[in-house]
């Protein structure tokens, strides 16, 4: 098979959660297992960190990867879901899986997959470790998909796990209040291995702090020890921004340049640093100067898009994945910060979120354009738009994506804000996130 002929094989035989929801979501590590024995335990042959959470397990992803690579080490990274091409999921120091790869793996183990019927995420898992383990990784940064206990990453024996923010999101599959979500994540946490937690959440910690007391595991609440605080923008700071660091109180990084915009990196920062701290602990060579390149060249060292990108200036045009309440609680917050005339929102969302919710954070003033992403799991636009107008926002219905992305920024004038997003699949069509 071709490239193209792999991936539609894959997608008409193995549910995919992206696509299409709950009916992708197989529960239970039974698959994963059967398929990594299969393939000679291949998540036993390179060393990782583990990283699950609500929100802002991607970027904390890329960011230890990043810091690594700039240390010297060859880094793989698994992450999802992809926005544009499948071969995102699976990184070595920033270059995509070779689609050739894709195409060998699924052709040597197509008759595996049609015994076993894995999930699509159950496969790609099994893809990702088999080729970290042939290119010998010195270490993987693999992140959660859903959940922590029951995701098919968890079959890894990691040498930190990180548990980044704690909200609410797939209720339907991980529970309705925040300690039950906290414990579908705390599932990631392992007999012996320190754990690190991004945020102080009161109403989840005691989740934690049982059952790494329960596994012997190391437990940080990493906020507790190191302090963000945002520097003053430099007139050069227009794709970075830059914060202080502090160490129970004592400054370590001054000037620090994260080369992620969006000030919710500041809940994000102290994990990404605790968890150093620990790999140096463990004999990983980290000095401050890799510490320091790779958190202000994250991007280029990774190839990560989608959060708080700007991919235009007059006007500003900013795109950013963040699809569940919390995490647009935090870009509202963000939106709130810039300087406008008038703030156009162009905006989809997928069909099992709590819409109401999140339509009730965003800002009533601007224009919004309704939109859907070109997967079954979208929530049609006009039905966006009847949800949205009952909750006081106002615009037009452009169905696909690129409609409405035009149509904004041809509406919008030079001193105006173009926002795109509510879902990492609107996110995913814009043309100019690929320029």
């Known amino acids: 098979m071709t490239y193209a002929e792999t991936l539609a094989y894959l997608y008409e035989q193995l549910p995919m959660f992206q696509r299409v929801g709950a009916a992708g979501y197989k529960e239970g590590l039974g698959n994963t297992e059967v398929l990594a024995e299969a393939l000679g335990h291949p998540e036993r042959r390179f060393r990782s960190v583990h990283v699950a959470g609500t929100n802002g397990k991607g970027s904390s992803s890329h960011m230890l990867a990043a810091v690594l690579q700039a240390a010297g080490y060859k880094v793989g990274l698994y992450t999802s879901p992809h926005l544009r091409e499948f071969t995102e999921r699976i990184k070595i120091n920033g270059q995509e899986l070779p689609p050739s790869y894709l195409v060998a793996f699924v052709e040597q183990w197509r008759p595996l997959f049609e015994e076993v019927k894995p999930s699509f995420f159950e496969m790609c898992v099994a893809l990702a470790f088999q080729y970290f383990a042939e290119e010998k990784v010195d270490i993987a940064i693999v992140e959660v998909g859903l959940g922590g206990r029951l995701d098919s990453t968890n079959i890894i024996t990691p040498l930190v796990s990180l548990i980044t923010n704690i909200s609410f999101d797939h209720q ?6 925040l300690p039950l979500i906290a414990a579908e994540k705390a599932g990631i946490i392992k007999p012996g291995v320190p754990v690190v937690i991004s945020q102080t959440q009161p109403e989840v910690a005691a989740v934690f702090e049982e059952k790494a007391h329960r596994l012997a595991a190391p437990l940080t609440f990493a906020d507790q020890q190191y302090q963000v605080e945002k520097n003053a923008p430099q007139s050069s700071d227009t794709e970075t921004q830059r914060f202080t660091i502090k160490l129970h109180e004592l400054p370590v990084l001054n000037e620090l340049e994260i080369g992620l915009l969006g000030e919710y990196q500041r809940f994000n920062l102290p994990g990404v640093l605790a968890v150093l701290a620990d790999l140096q602990r463990q004999g990983f060579q980290i000095p401050e100067s890799a510490v320091r390149q ?12 989608g959060r708080w990108s700007i991919i235009g200036r007059r006007p500003l045009v900013v795109c950013d994945t963040a699809h569940n309440e919390a ?3 935090l870009v509202t917050a963000q939106l709130a910060q810039l300087k406008y ?3 156009h929102v162009v905006l989809g969302v997928v069909n099992d979120k709590d819409v109401t919710k999140m339509l009730t954070l965003l ?9 859907q992403a070109s997967i079954p799991r979208a929530l049609p636009a006009a039905e966006l738009a009847e949800r949205a107008a009952v909750v006081g926002l106002r615009g037009a219905i ?30 995913a069509e814009v043309e100019e996130l690929y320029g």
Not at 172 to 177: K, P, Q, R, V
Not at 295 to 303: A, R
Not at 363 to 371: E, G, K, R, V
Request: charged share 10%; with cysteine.
């Open 363 to 371: 800002p009533p003033t601007a224009t919004y354009y309704f939109c």
């Open 341 to 343: 005339h008038q703030l």
């Open 172 to 177: 339907a599959l991980l529970g309705d209040t």
């Open 294 to 305: 790779g958190l202000s060249q994250v991007s280029q060292l990774t190839g990560l898009r």
């Open 398 to 427: 452009y169905g696909p994506v690129a409609a409405a992305v035009k149509a904004a920024r041809a509406a919008a004038g030079p001193d105006d804000v173009v926002f795109i997003g509510g879902s990492t699949f609107v996110v």
């Open 327 to 329: 995490g647009l609680r």
